[in-house]
């Protein structure tokens, strides 16, 4: 598994190995310059030692200046390059998992959860960034620091550079511990604020809620705790790391304070020039920094390795619903008529122990406005996301204008197939954006023509800013009427030849309904399939499909099913009731 990841990283690499390579040259210029300072200021003061010139000091500080300003601008040049290559990755990776996410069915969002799917893209996506970007350039620096330290403090005093870095590991094992439980801490963390978020972000949007039941107390408490949690948590973390920074620090003086007891004696022996002793207290000054943030780089490289299998599983995992291998030539210059027809349709979702969708066979010709009713849980909502294959649909069972739905491709299909769920999604945008969402280059006039056959107009006119009006989360600014207008309106302004209604009129009284099938039918011409629980209105369509428990079990028209006996009567029957219950108590 260790080589597989590896092979990860270096495939996120490959793309940017000439960046990847120019940054690792000059890690290697870096850390040459950075041992040479030391040699440089060795041999200086060593010679002062025999006597000095104030223009001879000046031009030894001068060049010790030139080589250590150099080094810092090779060392920004590569921190640059190397944390660059780890945000173009991060960009590119987001990129690429949104792209994947989009050609994803619906179902698997709704089963994977949005919380993990948001996880991975972010946070997951973050430490790849990391991973690629600091983890890589501290462990290369790293190891090119101590590959080239040591030999040249072994080269002044094997003894002493041994004494001197004899702490270190004690230092890496003091990270590591406290690095490990600091990643801990610090993900608790950011746990309670996406808790404390969500919850105020839950509770703005559900504030009528709030106020109907008078539930304030409660959010408060639940707040209340939220943010206990996330001081906590916050405390804690602090705590950590005011503990392990002073800890590093007393390590790295203790080291240098043995450097110095020992390195006195020798100076005393005459076995060590105090150049050589000067040098060796900023190797060993170079070797602290490097040392402790390897803790911290392992961490960083295991976190980054974990979250590298997270995207790559989400990556790998292929959506259900894909154009066929040998897709149908494109439609562009036929006539698109909109008739549908089923043979045996037949449905089952993962899981299930029967079919949802039983051997549905129907047709519905060009131009037809068609009802399909049923009750409750008997399959329209499924037989509705089979028109635009937003559930898997078998081949030679769904047709559309005598093609097999299945060999179309997606991007046609749904182009065909305008459809209004039964909960219309808005975006937070301007109102007239909302309706110009699958046309985004429509003009205002045509924005309004679909506005008015949705019966949205009278409701645009009394909002202050008209068109203009800010739509808010999920459309909550908007009545549950006039939030399925808008979804309707969106679909009426696309020039499909099929609209399907999925229950989109059930928030509008039975003659505004009436009157927006009546203007659909009038101006477009197009074949509406409406799924709809309100016979009323489905009585003025020119067939009606009765389904029950996922079977097709009537079909004709409104005068002649009411005339037999069975499920649409006995709905109709129902309807007819409770309209009467209805206007006695009223």
Not at 427 to 450: C, I, M
């Amino acid at each position: 598994m260790a080589t597989l990841r590896l092979d990860l990283i270096g495939r996120y690499l490959r793309p940017h190995r000439k960046t990847v390579l120019i940054g690792a040259l000059a890690l290697v210029v870096v850390n040459i310059l950075s041992v040479s300072i030391p040699m440089e200021v060795r041999r200086v003061i060593d010679e002062l030692q025999e006597g000095f010139s104030y223009a001879g000091i000046l031009r030894q500080a001068g060049w010790i200046v030139l080589l250590a300003t150099t080094m810092g601008i090779i060392r920004l040049i590569s921190r640059q390059l190397v944390f660059g290559v780890g945000r173009q990755v991060e960009v590119e990776l987001r990129q690429r998992l949104f792209d994947h996410m989009l050609r994803q069915e619906p179902a698997w969002v709704q089963t994977t959860g949005s919380g993990e799917v948001i996880s991975r893209a972010t946070s997951d996506v973050e430490n790849i960034r990391r991973l690629l970007g600091f983890a890589v350039l501290s462990l290369t620096n790293t190891l090119l620091a101590y590959a080239l330290t040591l030999p040249a403090m072994l080269a002044i005093d094997p003894g002493l550079t041994l004494a001197a870095i004899g702490l270190y590991p004690l230092m890496l094992g003091t990270v590591r511990l406290f690095g490990g439980r600091m990643m801990r801490q610090q993900r608790k963390q950011q746990e309670a604020l996406s808790g404390l978020s969500e919850l105020i972000q839950e509770d703005l949007s559900g504030i009528g809620a709030i106020k109907i039941y008078g539930q304030e107390a409660a959010e408060l408490t639940a707040f209340s705790d939220c943010n206990r949690r996330y001081r906590d948590s916050a405390i804690q973390l602090a705590r950590t790391r005011s503990t392990l920074f002073p800890l590093l620090e007393g390590i790295s003086s203790i080291s240098l304070l043995l450097l110095l007891a020992l390195g006195s004696g020798k100076l005393e022996a005459g076995d060590l020039t105090i150049g050589g002793l000067v040098a060796l207290i900023l190797y060993v000054e170079r070797l602290v920094f490097p040392t402790a943030l390897l803790g911290f780089t392992l961490n960083t490289f295991q976190t980054g390795q974990v979250s590298l299998e997270r995207v790559e599983q989400l990556l790998q995992r292929q959506p259900v619903i894909t154009d066929a291998k040998a897709t149908a030539p494109r439609r562009s210059g036929a006539i698109k008529r909109g008739r549908i027809e089923a043979r045996g349709l037949s449905v089952r979702y993962e899981g299930a122990d029967r079919d949802t969708l039983q051997s549905l066979s129907f047709t519905i010709e060009a131009g037809e406005l068609v009802a399909v009713v049923g009750a409750v849980g008997c399959g329209k909502t499924t037989l509705a996301r089979t028109f635009g294959r937003m559930i898997p649909v078998e081949e030679n069972q769904l047709f559309l204008d005598g093609i097999d739905i299945n060999h179309l491709p997606l991007s046609e299909l749904r182009e065909d197939i305008a459809m209004v769920p039964q909960e219309g999604f808005l975006f937070t945008n301007s109102l007239a954006d909302n309706l110009r969402y699958g046309e985004p280059d429509a003009d205002l006039n045509r924005v309004e023509q679909a506005a008015e056959q949705a019966r949205l107009m009278d409701d645009i006119k009394g909002f202050p800013d008209g068109f203009e009006t800010l739509v808010g989360e999920r459309g909550i600014t908007l009545s549950g009427g006039q939030r399925q207008r808008t979804a309707l309106g969106r679909a009426l302004l696309v020039t499909a030849p099929v609209l399907v209604l999925d229950d989109a009129l059930a928030s509008v009284d039975n003659n505004t309904a009436a009157a927006i099938l009546d203007s659909i039918r009038a101006q477009d011409g197009r074949t509406i399939v409406m799924i709809s629980h309100q016979l009323s209105a489905a009585a003025a369509c020119d067939r009606i499909l009765v389904m029950d428990q996922g079977r097709l079990v009537q079909q004709g028209h409104h005068r002649d099913l009411i005339q037999q006996p069975g499920v649409y009567r006995r709905l109709w029957e129902r309807e007819q009731a409770a309209d009467q219950l209805n206007a006695i108590a009223s």
